[in-house]
């Protein structure tokens, strides 16, 4: 089955410090991708950063970065210096193919990590 | 990146009025949308697939003819609640992909209370 695990509700991480907000992936599809989006208390949907699966470096965009461990299907996402703007929902979602997704390669959401950052 | 606009952004109506919310993809074409609902702290829900041209594509459970999507353009998908009732108070959200682009676009959500 197609799934994506965020096992961590909540977070609090002090300003300037580093935070990981975890991510497990479950697919049998070879092909897929991983993402990962920010949602502040406004609600739109921020997109941060992209791993795809045959990707051999892990992403980075600025002060997040993806650590990608395939063989432990996992994506966590590290955001370093974390900045009072930081807090909000951080949603890891997965791209899926295949008969199971029909044509549309839709993504699969996590539920979702409440990151607060104190100051 | 890409913009993606939603109208309205929030909209209070009576129980058993139809509301309409549009998705615009503002400087891309995209050949398809994706509409999704969020319960309050909870994760998004996709409802259903919407193709430029056809018949949109309904998730298990989503009733079709409650919430009836129109894709007419490739710049332009609308969502209609029909009928809405206060269960369908929600936050619905669409996205968008833009050709040869990875990530989804999203809209600025659309918070529907109905009383």
């Known amino acids: 089955a197609q799934k994506i695990t965020q096992t961590q509700p909540g977070m609090f991480v002090q300003e300037k410090e580093a935070v990981t907000l975890d991510c497990t992936y479950d697919?049998?599809?070879?092909?897929?991708?991983l993402f990962w989006y920010k949602q502040p208390s406004s609600g739109e949907m921020i997109f941060l950063i992209y791993q795809g699966s045959y990707d051999e470096q892990n992403a980075t965009e600025g002060r997040y970065s993806l650590n990608f461990q395939k063989a432990r299907k996992s994506a966590n996402l590290v955001i370093s210096a974390s900045q009072l703007g930081d807090s909000a929902m951080y949603f890891c979602?997965?791209?899926?193919?295949?008969?199971?997704?029909?044509?549309?390669?839709?993504?699969?959401w996590g539920l979702g990590t409440s990151l607060a950052v104190n100051p | 990146g890409a913009v993606v606009s939603q109208h309205p952004s929030w909209v209070i109506c009576k129980s058993g009025t139809s509301v309409k919310i549009e998705c615009r993809s503002l400087d891309f074409q995209a050949t398809t949308m994706f509409w999704y609902r969020q319960f309050p702290k909870q994760s998004l829900m996709l409802m259903a697939t919407?193709?430029?041209?056809?018949?949109?594509?309904?998730e298990q459970g989503v009733e079709k003819d409650k919430f009836l999507i129109n894709h007419a353009s490739l710049t332009l998908s609308t969502l209609t609640v029909t009928s809405a009732h206060p269960e369908d108070s929600s936050f619905y959200i669409c996205?968008?992909?833009?050709?040869?682009?990875?990530?989804?676009?999203f809209g600025e959500g659309s918070r529907l209370t109905v009383l």
């Open positions: 979602a997965m791209r899926v193919s295949g008969e199971a997704a029909g044509n549309n390669r839709k993504l699969i």
């Open positions: 996205s968008a992909r833009a050709t040869g682009i990875a990530e989804l676009f």
């Open positions: 697919t049998s599809d070879q092909s897929y991708g």
């Open positions: 919407s193709n430029e041209g056809s018949k949109a594509t309904y």
